[in-house]
Nanobody, 116 residues
Framework: QVHVVESGGGLVQPGGSLRLSCAVHGHDFKIYDMAWYRQAPGKQRDFVANIKGGGLALTHYAEYVKGRFTISRDDAKNTMYLQMNSLKPEDTAVYYC????????WGRGTQVTVSS
């Protein structure tokens, strides 16, 4: 059964760092473009970053994370990552991953809380 599992979230102080992981189980994702999204309380799910599949690994970021977040993937492990540095309170959200288009069942996400 295909499913994705996000992990690596937690509570961090402003200016801190976290590394999120997105593991895809039951499906080989290497040819697919993948993306991270986030949803803050009471808000819609927003795009954060995406990375091309098929060995290209080209990346694109939302303006509000550009220069602070880095998306990457390890196709051998069927896992994608999001390195988040210089975190701000407004980065607080549940972070999700999916393919582009979003054909995987949505996972439970991983909570990131940035607070002093």
């Amino acid at each position: 059964q295909v499913h994705v599992v996000e992990s690596g979230g937690g509570l961090v102080q402003p200016g801190g760092s976290l590394r999120l992981s997105c593991a895809v189980h039951g499906h080989d994702f290497k040819i697919y473009d993948m993306a991270w999204y986030r949803q803050a309380p009471g808000k819609q799910r927003d795009f954060v970053a995406n990375i091309k599949g098929g060995g290209l690994a080209l990346t694109h970021y939302a303006e509000y994370v550009k220069g602070r977040f880095t998306i990457s993937r390890d196709d051998a492990k069927n896992t994608m990552y999001l390195q988040m540095n210089s975190l701000k309170p407004e980065d607080t959200a549940v972070y999700y991953c999916n393919a582009i288009p979003e054909f995987y069942p949505w996972g439970r996400g991983t909570q990131v809380t940035v607070s002093s």
